[in-house]
């Protein structure tokens, strides 16, 4: 069996609404963190783990995310003219190379599982990793590339799963475990957004997936799930009882909502504190305000 994720799906189609007005008029993966949007963030975490193929679920709307992977020619020949290197460094790292991305439009938001399947015939019959860039998340080792790794000995489906307190854990798919083997552990089945008293652990599913291609079969049913949305959740939970079945990562890592305004704010007051240019000035600020 192939075992060689070569591919990622980045659905990228959502209104996001929590973030109007600014959303009115940009994408929310534009959004940035200090400076750096949302989606770079994915992005560099997918070609650390290999990817080598992007594909993009989008809608109406999305042309500056498009844009934003293109060259610029005016600005790169005013920063050379200035000299500028270490602007041009860094605005190269945003380009991508002709044919690495591919855009297929998702026309009616019918869940993320109907976004997935919108991407089926650029997939084709390999296993590919989805990644939600409204989940950020940091570490020594990008999760993605964790998983990929993992993934080389168990196959199947792999998703990374976090542990929630009780409270948040009805925002959540939720795993019923069969047993665990280290940082892994065997899936029995998966809830989604189930009362805290009647989930059967503590561990939720965060966005990023590796999955074989049969769930693009079990997707193609177009059978409504919570919400009444085509499930990604229930796709996978078809794939338990396969040969490889499901499993989940319980990753190393601190992962951020980006798709809520507080988690927005957490990731941004992370990330300005990580990096050295910033940290002292900022730590005197929010220390200011602390002493205010």
Not at 72 to 86: F, I, Q, S, T, V
Not at 245 to 270: I, N, P, W
Request: charged share 25%.
């Amino acid at each position: 069996m192939n075992r060689t994720v070569t591919k990622a799906v980045f659905p990228v189609a959502g209104l996001g609404t929590r973030f109007l007005p600014a959303t009115k008029s940009i994408p929310k993966e534009i959004m940035t963190l200090v400076d750096k949007p949302l989606i770079q963030y994915a992005i560099d975490e997918a070609r650390a783990a290999g990817i080598t193929e992007f594909i993009f679920v989008t809608s109406r709307g999305k042309g500056a995310l498009e844009d934003y992977f293109d060259r610029a020619p005016e600005l790169e020949a005013a920063l050379k003219e200035k000299g500028r290197d270490e602007m041009l460094e860094a605005l190269d790292h945003t380009n991508m190379g002709s044919g690495a991305i591919a855009y297929v439009r998702q026309h009616r938001a019918l869940g993320l599982g109907h976004a997935v399947w919108c991407a089926r015939r650029l997939i084709g019959d390999e296993p590919f990793a989805v990644i939600l860039p409204d989940d950020v998340i940091t570490g020594d080792e990008p999760c993605l590339k964790q998983m990929v790794e993992a993934y080389q000995e168990t196959g199947g489906s792999m998703v990374a799963a976090m542990e929630v307190p009780p409270e948040k854990i009805s925002s959540y798919g939720v795993l019923d475990t069969r047993g665990e083997k280290g940082d892994r552990v065997r899936v029995g089945g998966m809830v989604e957004k189930p009362p805290a008293d009647k989930a059967p652990s503590n561990l939720a599913v965060i966005g990023r997936y590796i999955l074989p291609p049969s769930v693009l079969g079990t997707l193609h049913k177009m059978k409504s799930g919570a919400g009444g949305e085509i499930q990604l959740t229930d796709a996978i939970a078809a794939e338990i009882d396969s040969a490889d079945g499901v499993h989940g990562l319980k990753f190393r890592g601190e992962r951020y909502d980006c798709g809520s305004k507080a988690g927005f704010l957490q990731a941004t007051v992370a990330f300005a504190l990580a990096r050295p240019d910033l940290r002292d000035e900022f730590s005197e600020f929010l220390g200011a305000l602390d002493r205010g």
